[in-house]
């Protein structure tokens, strides 16, 4: 069973750094694209960042660009977003989801994790 558990959301004030962590199990974590994905109160589903198979290509949407970095630990299954400087625009549910190829831009997402909430306010 292929599962992926968020963690490391939490109430931050604007310009305060976060990281979250992702971790999966059930696949070969290494063999696969993943991304993050969030989801902002009342709203639907921001695509935020992704990443290839090794860890080499990454891309982020232009809201996050220069301020939120995606990793990857293969040895841990783990996936990671660190986000510096956040606004209260960031506010969401965040995901990881698991690509259907080794590729981000190639495949869709068929696996998501449940979440972890961020929270930026004053």
């Known amino acids: 069973e292929v599962l992926l558990v968020e963690s490391g959301g939490g109430l931050v004030q604007p310009g305060e750094s976060l990281s979250l962590s992702c971790t999966a199990s059930?696949?070969?974590?290494?063999?696969?694209?993943m991304s993050w994905v969030r989801q902002a109160p009342g709203k639907g589903l921001e695509w935020v960042s992704g990443?290839?198979?090794?860890?080499?290509?990454?891309s982020y949407a232009d809201s996050v660009k220069g301020r939120f970095t995606i990793s990857r630990d293969d040895a841990k299954d783990t996936l990671y977003l660190r986000m510096n400087n956040l606004k209260p625009e960031d506010t969401a549910v965040y995901y990881c989801?698991?690509?259907?190829?080794?590729?981000?831009?190639?495949?869709?997402?068929?696996?998501w994790g449940k979440g972890t909430l961020v929270t930026v306010s004053s």
């Open positions: 989801a698991k690509h259907t190829y080794w590729s981000w831009a190639a495949g869709g997402m068929d696996y």
């Open positions: 059930g696949f070969t974590f290494s063999n696969y694209a």
């Open positions: 990443l290839n198979q090794g860890g080499g290509v990454t």
